[in-house]
């Protein structure tokens, strides 16, 4: 007996019915997985896979770079400001107690001191900031943005901040260049004197007299040449080297100047980061097939 088009119809809505009920059956897991609280990084799982290849998903996604030039430049301006802040106080109490008797002579390397280190707490705080900033613009322009949100969306705004810090992330790179050789110049001062200490020491001092070997610090204009006495010879000089001001300040500037170095190192890479995540979103304005690993 052929069958009707109604009986066929009728079987074919209830073979359509049984697929649409056994697919249902089947997603349900991996949408109970999703209203537990699993994240949205973690709702790619294909079958099989567990929280440790989700991980390693996660991980996949961190930008590296920038993880590692922020703390390279945390540590860098934390020594810069902590170390030069001690040695400059350092600086000044030994050129008081030692080089200039009359205060009026360092007034002006006194007021010096005190506007550089209110300099210093403003690098501090300001690089603390952008240190974080910079961090958390390479996590957002990286794959695991993409996987958590999952959708990736560049915007003309977007790709002007990244160039807004691409140009001053330079800037500042710049910057540090400066005072990376500005902090050089009290190193070498000191080495300097450093230099005359050691040569006192030295056997070939003893047949001279040692009082021939001055330090004049009226030469570097830290003191005016009126100052006095604003020279230590012989076993002034001697003194003067044994003292704890002397010997704390010349390492704390050495400190401060390899954290200047470390600084410019860090702003370097970021740069670098940056430039390759503006390189990125622009590409990504016309194909949305590469992510950012920076």
Known sequence: MVPSRRDTFVQLSETLSTQSSSRTLTDSPRTQRTQHGVSSTCSVFQP???CFECCIKCLGGVPYASL???ILCFSGVALFCGCGHV??????TMVENHFSRV???HATL???VQILQYIIYGIACFFFLYGIILLAEGFYTTSAVKEMHSEFKTTVCGRCISAMFVFLTYILGLGWLGIFGFSAVPVFLFYNMWTACGAMKSPIANLTSVDN?????RQYGIIPWNAIPGKACGSTLSAICNTSEFYLSYHLYIVACAGAGATVIAL???VMATTYNFAVLKFKSYDNSHTTKF
Request: aromatic content about 4%; hydrophobic content about 40%.
């Open 268 to 270: 370097l890479i970021y």
């Open 87 to 92: 040695a400059l106080t350092g600086t000044v």
């Open 103 to 105: 205060t009026s002579d």
């Open 48 to 50: 099989g896979e567990g």
């Open 110 to 112: 006194t007021n010096v």
């Open 213 to 217: 070997i001055c330090v004049d610090v």
């Open 68 to 70: 590692v030039a922020t």
